[in-house]
C-alpha cells in the first residue's frame, strides 16, 4: 500500500506544473483523481479523499468593508480579487483579502516561497503548526461531519443536505467556468510541457457552462442573458472559456432542456463527489461529464463535446505515446510488447531521420551554387515573399541573406550558427539550431528547389510518414496491442456507456452531446454503424441474465472485430476504418485519421489520432449514407472535404499527390 501511495504522490507531483500538489487548488485535484482512477483505486476511497482535500471549498470569509458593513464572501471569490484589474485600487477587494489572510500569501493563497516550495505531504491536509487546539478540534469536527453526511444512504438525505451537496457542487462547477490564466501561470512556473493542463482547464470550463446554462435555464432566464453572461466571462483575456464553447454549451443545453423537459429535471449536477452523492450514481463508471435526475426519478449521465471535431489523441508526439503506453498497460498488454512499442514509436528516431534529410539537402545545395542564387535573389528586399514561404517577414532573413555561406558551412552547425549571432546581434534569438533546421526544410519545400529537385522535400517528409508506418505497423503486429488500441476507439466512441446503460444499477440513461451541432450520438446509429443491430435487439429482448451476458460479450467481440487499423504507403496519415461486412472487400467507413506531422517542417513531430470529418457528418445524420444525408450538408461536408484535401497538396510528397487527387475525384463524383 505504501508503494502504492508514493507512486500515486510521485506521478501528482510530476503532473502538477509547478511540482507542488496543492490541495486547495481544484486543477490539482483533478489531477490527483485522474491519477487515482487510472491506477485502479476505488471510485468511494477516491471520492472520500476528495471530500476531505475539498473541505475548504465555499468557506466563507466574513469582513468589513470601507464604510463599515458587514459582508461575508467565499474564499475562493476573495482569491480571485487579487487578479481583478481593479485591485490596487480597490479597497473593498483588498479588505475582503486582508481578512482572508491572503495579503502575506501569494494569489494562490501559499504562503511565501520558503514554504510554498515544500514537497513534504502532511498525514493530515489541514495540519498546520501554528494552530491552537481549539481551530485543530474544529476542523476534525467539521471533516467528521462531512464524512457522515457522505457515508449515509443518498436516498435518506434530508433537505438540508441536500442543500449542502448541491451548493458543493455548483461552487466547483462555478469554480471551473471562471478558472483563470492567471492561476495557471502561477502553476506554470515549473518547466515542462503544460499543453495537457490547458486542453483540460478549455474543456472544463466548457462543460462547466453547460451546467450554469441549464442552471439559468431552469430558474427561467432567456437565451440572451445566458449568452451576455457567458460572454462576460469568454470575453476576458484572463479566463478559459472561449466563445466556441459559448455557443456550444447554449446548444447543449437547449438541447438537454428539449429532450428531457425543463420542469422535468430535478437536478442538475456535475461529476464530484458532492453531486454524485446527491442523486446517488456514486459509481456509475461511464464517462458522463455531468448529470440530470428527472422528477420521474431517472438519472441521466450526459458526455459534453463541444463538437464532433473529437480527437483520442492530439499533441507532441512523446507526451501522445506516454499516453498510448498507459491505455495499452490497462489494457493487459505484456510488459515486452510495452518495450517494443516504446522503442518502434521513439521520437528520436524520427529526429535523426529529419537530422539526415536535412544534411542531404546541404550536401545538394553545395553541388548546385546556382540554385542557391536563384533563392537568394528570390527572397532578396521581398518581406512579403519571405512571409509567405516562411511564415515570418524577418525570423529567417538573416539565414535567406547568407545561405552561400552556411551551404558552405554545413554540417558544422555550430559555426554557421556562430557567425550570425555576431553578424546579426540585435535578433540573436531567433539564430539558433532549431530554427536553422526548419529554414534548410523550408528551403527544400519552396521553389525553385521544390520542382528542380523534388527529391529534397519527399526525403524531409519521410520521416513523418515513416513514424506512422512504424505507429500503424506495430499494432498490426501485434494483437494484444491491436485489441488495446481497439477498445480505445469504441470507449472513444462511448459504445459501451450507450448500449448497454440500461443495465447498469447506478445510472438509469446516457447520451453523448455535440453542442455546436445540437446532436446527440444515438444508439441506433452505433449499431447500424457496427453491424450490430440484430444482436442488440436480441439482448433487448432477452430476458435471461445468463445469456443476456453472453450476447452483450458477442455484441462487443463483433464491435471490436469490426474496427480495422491500417496505412497506405507513402501516406502520413493511417486510418481507423469499421469493416463493411455487406461488401468485404471494400474499404469500409472511414471514421479515425491517425498519424504524425511536423508543423512546421523541421520540428518535433505531433501525433493526432482524431474522428474524420466523415464520420462527424455522418454522426449529425444519423447515417453513414452519403446519399441519404441533406443535401446542403452533404455538399458542405463535400467542400470542406476538398478544401482540406487541396490544403494538405501543399505538403505532400509526390505518392500523397497521387493518392489524395484519386480521393478528390471520387468526392467530386458524389
Given at each position: 500500500m505504501h508503494s502504492k501511495l508514493n507512486s500515486i504522490w510521485l506521478d501528482w507531483r510530476a503532473k502538477v506544473p509547478n511540482g507542488v500538489p496543492n490541495p486547495s487548488n481544484d486543477y490539482h485535484l483533478v489531477l490527483?483523481?485522474?491519477?487515482?482512477?487510472?491506477?485502479g483505486v476505488d471510485s468511494d476511497i477516491i471520492d472520500n479523499v476528495m471530500l476531505v482535500l475539498e473541505e475548504v471549498d465555499g468557506k466563507k470569509i466574513k469582513w468589513t468593508d470601507k464604510d463599515g458593513q458587514a459582508k461575508e464572501t467565499s474564499l475562493d471569490t476573495i482569491k480571485q480579487y487579487q487578479y481583478d484589474k481593479d485591485f490596487k485600487s480597490n479597497k473593498n477587494k483588498q479588505l475582503a483579502v486582508k481578512a482572508a489572510g491572503l495579503d502575506d500569501k501569494d494569489k494562490n493563497g501559499n504562503e511565501p516561497d520558503d514554504q510554498s516550495n515544500q514537497s513534504t505531504i502532511k498525514s493530515d491536509p489541514f495540519e498546520k503548526g501554528d494552530e491552537d487546539q481549539k481551530d485543530v478540534d474544529a476542523k476534525s469536527d467539521s471533516k467528521a461531519k462531512r464524512?457522515?453526511?457522505f457515508d449515509k444512504d443518498s436516498s435518506k438525505l434530508t433537505p438540508e443536505e441536500k442543500s449542502t451537496l448541491r451548493k458543493e457542487d455548483h461552487n466547483n462547477t462555478d469554480g471551473a467556468l471562471n478558472y483563470t490564466k492567471?492561476?495557471?501561470?502561477?502553476?506554470?512556473?515549473?518547466?515542462?510541457?503544460?499543453?495537457?493542463?490547458?486542453?483540460?482547464?478549455?474543456s472544463?470550463?466548457?462543460?462547466?457552462?453547460?451546467?450554469?446554462?441549464?442552471?439559468?435555464?431552469?430558474?427561467g432566464k432567456d437565451e440572451e442573458f445566458i449568452r451576455n453572461e457567458l460572454m462576460k466571462i469568454a470575453s476576458k483575456k484572463d479566463t478559459y472559456l472561449d466563445k466556441e464553447w459559448v455557443e456550444a454549451a447554449i446548444q447543449s443545453s437547449n438541447f438537454i432542456s428539449e429532450t428531457y423537459g425543463l420542469d422535468n429535471i430535478e437536478e442538475i449536477v456535475w461529476d464530484t463527489p458532492a453531486g454524485r452523492h446527491l442523486i446517488n450514481v456514486k459509481k456509475h463508471g461511464t464517462s458522463s461529464d455531468m448529470f440530470i435526475k428527472l422528477e420521474s426519478g431517472k438519472r441521466v449521465g450526459i458526455s459534453l463535446k463541444k463538437d464532433t471535431n473529437v480527437f483520442l489523441m492530439n499533441g507532441g508526439a512523446a507526451t501522445q505515446i506516454k499516453k498510448m503506453k498507459k491505455i495499452l498497460e490497462a489494457a493487459g498488454v505484456d510488459q515486452s510488447i510495452l518495450d517494443a512499442f516504446d522503442e518502434q514509436t521513439n521520437p528520436d528516431i524520427h529526429r535523426k531521420q529529419r537530422e539526415k534529410a536535412m544534411d542531404r539537402t546541404s550536401s545538394a545545395m553545395k553541388g548546385n551554387p546556382d540554385v542557391v542564387k536563384q533563392?537568394?535573389?528570390?527572397?532578396?528586399?521581398?518581406?512579403?515573399?519571405?512571409k509567405e514561404d516562411f511564415d515570418s517577414e524577418t525570423k529567417y532573413a538573416p539565414f535567406i541573406d547568407n545561405l552561400d555561406h552556411i551551404f558552405e558551412t554545413l554540417p558544422e552547425e555550430d559555426e554557421v550558427i556562430a557567425y550570425l549571432k555576431e553578424k546579426y546581434p540585435d535578433v540573436a534569438k531567433n539564430i539558433n539550431k532549431d530554427n536553422l533546421k526548419k529554414f534548410i526544410h523550408k528551403i527544400a519545400k519552396n521553389e525553385p528547389i521544390r520542382s528542380t529537385l523534388p527529391e529534397l522535400y519527399d526525403d524531409a517528409r519521410q520521416s513523418d510518414i515513416d513514424y506512422t508506418r512504424r505507429f500503424s505497423e506495430f499494432f498490426k503486429n501485434n494483437p494484444d496491442a491491436q485489441r488495446?488500441?481497439?477498445?480505445?476507439?469504441?470507449?472513444?466512441?462511448?459504445f459501451e456507456d450507450a448500449l448497454f446503460n440500461g443495465e447498469n444499477p447506478n445510472l438509469d440513461d446516457f447520451v453523448t452531446v455535440y453542442g455546436k451541432e445540437k446532436k446527440d450520438l444515438n444508439v441506433k446509429f452505433i449499431t447500424d454503424t457496427f453491424g450490430v443491430s440484430d444482436l442488440y435487439e436480441k439482448w433487448q429482448n432477452e430476458r435471461n441474465p445468463k445469456k443476456k451476458g453472453e450476447i452483450k460479450k458477442q455484441i462487443l467481440k463483433q464491435a471490436e472485430e469490426s474496427i480495422i487499423i491500417d496505412h497506405e504507403d507513402g501516406k502520413r496519415q493511417g486510418e481507423i476504418r469499421i469493416k463493411d461486412r455487406k461488401n468485404e472487400k471494400g474499404k469500409g467507413l472511414h471514421i479515425f485519421s491517425f498519424g504524425t506531422r511536423s508543423k512546421p517542417l523541421g520540428g518535433a513531430p505531433g501525433l493526432e489520432m482524431g474522428q474524420t470529418t466523415f464520420m462527424g457528418n455522418s454522426i449529425i445524420e444519423g447515417t453513414t449514407d452519403v446519399s441519404k444525408w441533406d443535401d446542403k450538408r452533404k455538399n458542405k461536408w463535400k467542400r470542406q472535404r476538398i478544401k482540406e484535401l487541396n490544403s494538405n497538396l501543399e505538403y505532400a510528397t509526390r505518392d500523397e499527390k497521387i493518392s489524395i487527387e484519386e480521393e478528390l475525384k471520387y468526392i467530386e463524383s458524389l
Open positions: 490527483l483523481k485522474e491519477l487515482c482512477l487510472s491506477k464524512k457522515s453526511l492567471a492561476q495557471w501561470k502561477i502553476d506554470s512556473k515549473k518547466k515542462g510541457e503544460k499543453g495537457v493542463g490547458l486542453g483540460t482547464a478549455e472544463r470550463a466548457g462543460e462547466a457552462a453547460v451546467h450554469q446554462s441549464l442552471r439559468w435555464l431552469k430558474e533563392i537568394m535573389d528570390k527572397y532578396e528586399g521581398n518581406s512579403q515573399l519571405q488495446g488500441l481497439r477498445v480505445t476507439v469504441l470507449h472513444g466512441m462511448h
